[in-house]
C-alpha cells in the first residue's frame, strides 16, 4: 500500500527563527592610535622639536645679572589628510515586497554590514600600515633580536618586554603602556610557562587579557582577532581564503590619554574629520526614486599618522 514519504509532506522554507552571518568579533585599530577629531578634512600637525626638552641648559645666575634665554622649536612640516571611505547597500523595493519574515530587518541587517566594513576598513589599514616594520624607530625580529615565544623553554616574554620598554623610554623619556598582538601570539602567551608560573596560586590559574597587562605593568594589551579575505566577489564558498589581520607579531606603543596636547608625545593619531559629531562612522539612508530603492550608506573620513616613530617598537614574528 502506497505511504508518503517525509518529502511529500513537508516542502523546505526557510527558518522563521534562524539566520546565519558572519562577523568579526572585535576590531583594535580604533584603540592603538589616540582619536583626534578634525574640523577640516587636512591641516597640518604641529609638534615641538624633541631635543629642547631634554637638553640640560639651565644656567647659574649671578645677582644683577639677566638670566640666560632660550627656547624650541615647533616642525610643521608633517600633515593629515581625511579621505572618505564608502560603501553602500541597495534594497530594491521589490527585494523588501518579497522577502521572507526572517529578513524582515532588511535596513538593520544593511546597517551593520556597512557599518562593519568601515570598521574593517580602518583595522587592515593600521595593520598593512603600521604593523609592520621600517615604521618605527626601533624593530626587532623573532629568533634574531630574541627567542621566539613558542619556544617554551628558551624563551621569556616578560622579560622582552621589560627590555622593550626600557628601549622606548631611553627615547622618549616615557615608557609606552600600551601593547597590540596577533590572536597566534596570544594562543602562545596564555599557556606560556614564565606567564603561568606567576598566577599558579591565584584563585583561577588561567591567564586572561588584563591579567597578562598586569604581569607585564602594561596598561592596556589588546588581541587583534580579526581576519579578511582578498578573494574576489564571486569565487566559490568553498575556495575562498582567510587571512589573519594582526599575523604572528607584536607593537608596544606610548600613546597619551585625554584631550591631544603639543606637549604630550604619542605614537600616532587617528585623524577624523568630524561630518557628524564625535563620530568615526556614520550611515545614511537615501531614496532613489526612479531605480525604486533604498540605498544604506557608511561613510568614514579618517587618516591614520605615526606622529611619533620613537614612542613605538615593533617586533615582528614573534611566535613560530
Known amino acids: ?3 508518503p514519504v517525509p518529502s511529500d509532506l513537508h516542502v523546505d522554507t526557510l527558518l522563521s527563527n534562524v539566520l546565519i552571518g558572519y562577523q568579526n568579533a572585535s576590531y583594535i585599530a580604533d584603540d592603538l592610535f589616540q582619536v ?45 589628510f581625511c579621505n572618505r571611505w564608502s ?6 523595493d521589490d527585494l523588501r515586497r518579497n522577502a521572507d519574515p526572517i529578513f524582515g ?83 602562545q602567551v596564555k599557556n606560556h610557562p614564565q606567564f603561568m608560573a606567576r598566577i599558579k596560586y591565584t584563585q583561577r590559574a588561567q591567564l586572561s587579557v588584563e591579567l597578562a597587562a598586569s604581569l607585564l605593568e602594561l596598561t592596556r594589551l589588546v588581541v587583534g582577532r580579526s581576519i579578511y579575505t582578498t578573494t574576489l566577489e564571486g569565487t566559490a564558498e568553498g575556495s575562498v581564503t582567510y587571512t589573519r589581520i594582526w599575523g604572528k607579531h607584536a607593537l608596544l606603543l606610548y600613546r597619551s590619554e585625554g584631550v591631544p ?36 550608506e557608511g561613510n568614514s573620513y579618517f587618516d591614520q599618522k605615526v606622529t611619533a616613530a620613537r614612542a613605538g617598537l615593533f617586533a615582528q614574528n614573534v611566535v613560530a
Do not use: C
Open 1 to 3: 500500500m502506497p505511504q
Open 36 to 80: 583626534v577629531p578634525v574640523m577640516k578634512q587636512s591641516d597640518k600637525i604641529p609638534a615641538f622639536n624633541q631635543s629642547f626638552w631634554f637638553r640640560d641648559d639651565a644656567h647659574p645666575r649671578a645677582p644683577g645679572n639677566a638670566s640666560r634665554g632660550g627656547g624650541y622649536t615647533v616642525d610643521t612640516s608633517a600633515s593629515y
Open 87 to 92: 560603501r553602500r547597500f541597495e534594497i530594491p
Open 105 to 187: 530587518n532588511l535596513d538593520g541587517d544593511a546597517t551593520e554590514f556597512i557599518g562593519d566594513k568601515l570598521l574593517m576598513r580602518r583595522e587592515v589599514a593600521f595593520a598593512t600600515d603600521f604593523f609592520t616594520t621600517g615604521v618605527w624607530t626601533t624593530d626587532k625580529v623573532g629568533a634574531t633580536d630574541f627567542t621566539k615565544w613558542s619556544d617554551y623553554g628558551g624563551s621569556n616574554p616578560i622579560v622582552d618586554v621589560d627590555s622593550w620598554k626600557d628601549t622606548v623610554e631611553a627615547l622618549i623619556g616615557i615608557e609606552p603602556m600600551h601593547i597590540a598582538i596577533g590572536k597566534q601570539v596570544w594562543v
Open 261 to 296: 596636547s603639543l606637549m604630550k608625545p604619542t605614537a600616532g593619531m587617528t585623524f577624523v574629520w568630524a561630518v557628524v559629531p564625535n563620530a568615526l562612522q556614520y550611515v545614511k539612508r537615501m531614496r532613489n526614486e526612479e531605480r525604486e530603492i533604498d540605498i544604506i
